[in-house]
């Protein structure tokens, strides 16, 4: 039997794959009678061979393929494999992992749709929106954790839909509540995930801000469609931008005074990672042009709390005026 799950949300493939290998018998067996293969170059014959191979004390053997059929393989090779998986034996459980969706008249996902085909195909989207907010309450619950929904919203603007990201700080945030005492963890707020995780939003808005200072218009904007769309709130992406040009204005001045980056972070208490980023940013502002930004933006603040502009309208037009 074999399976296609391709699309960019990898981290769900993944799960899903150890779930079924879950099921199929004893992990540490299982995991003698497992093979990974990278796609990319890989023979036919060396596919087969590892699905071939009769299963050593478990029921099956698992044999993983990463991006395959992304590497864009010779012609002839994929003729070879639809052949073979048309009839692979029911000993082996092979698995394509594609990091990008295929098409759907991909000649190996028709064959999978097969009746007569042991094939099953199934497509992970990336989480955006609600969906990912009622993911991050779901898997917190999984972990024995509550999670207040404004913090959830709040990591989900701040850390995209990357899954894996998103587990680690889950679980960082669980245990930090269960280490706080008592019989049940207390719920996770929004100011725990700015207690916890305050890089993840500097290293979502790093690109942002890079494309703004490269003057590169039309990837910024995509940038800052893309944070919106996935539901982040707009005064959240403001206050980044706030933070960020400050960030900018204090490390390029500190440079300016032959200062070091260690001695930077130490003087304005900003993590090392942050401040060599931070510098390299700056790098394409002049001091005054950092100065008339950061006053535009404390202009925006004040026209949009006095209902005299619109923040997603403003937010458009500024990073327009900067590219």
């Not at 999978?112 to 094939?119: N, P, Q, R, S, T």
């Not at 401040?275 to 404390?298: N, T």
């Not at 309208?313 to 327009?320: E, H, W």
Request: charged share 25%; hydrophobic share 45%; proline share 4%.
């Amino acid at each position: 039997m074999f399976y296609i799950f391709h699309g960019e949300n990898s981290h769900a493939a993944w799960e899903t794959l150890d779930k079924i290998k879950g099921k199929i018998g004893d992990p540490d067996m299982l995991s003698l009678n497992t093979t990974r293969l990278n796609g990319k170059g890989l023979r036919v014959n060396d596919l087969m061979d590892a699905c071939n191979a009769m299963p050593f004390l478990a029921p099956k053997r698992v044999v993983i393929v990463e991006d395959y059929f992304n590497s864009k393989p010779d012609g002839k090779d994929v003729d070879t494999l639809l052949d073979y998986l048309a009839q692979i034996p029911d000993s082996a459980r092979l698995f394509f992992i594609e990091s990008k969706a295929l098409k759907s008249n991909s000649r190996v996902i028709k064959l999978a749709d097969k009746d007569e085909v042991a094939g099953v195909v199934r497509k992970f989207e990336p989480l955006t929106g609600q969906e990912l907010e009622k993911w991050i309450v779901k898997r917190t619950a999984e972990k024995d954790g509550k999670m207040h929904p404004a913090a959830a919203r709040m990591l989900a603007a701040n850390a995209g839909n990357d899954l894996a990201l998103l587990n680690n700080e889950i679980e960082k945030m669980v245990l930090y509540k269960l280490n706080q005492g008592g019989d049940e963890p207390a719920e996770i707020t929004p100011q725990d995930v700015q207690l916890l995780s305050p890089h993840i939003a500097e290293v979502n808005i790093f690109d942002l801000v890079d494309a703004l200072g490269n003057r590169n218009g039309a990837q910024a904007s995509k940038l800052l469609q893309k944070k919106l769309n996935e539901g982040a709130e707009p005064f959240l992406i403001f206050s980044m931008f706030v933070r960020q040009f400050r960030m900018m204005i204090q490390v390029k001045e500190l440079i300016d005074r032959n200062m070091r980056p260690p001695e930077i972070s130490k003087e304005t208490k900003i993590h090392s990672f942050v401040v060599g980023k931070v510098a390299q940013q700056a790098k394409s502002f002049s001091m005054r042009q950092l100065e008339q930004v950061y006053a535009h933006l404390l202009d925006i603040d004040v026209r949009v709390k006095t209902g005299q502009a619109d923040l997603v309208t403003a937010l458009n037009m500024l990073v327009f005026n900067l590219s």
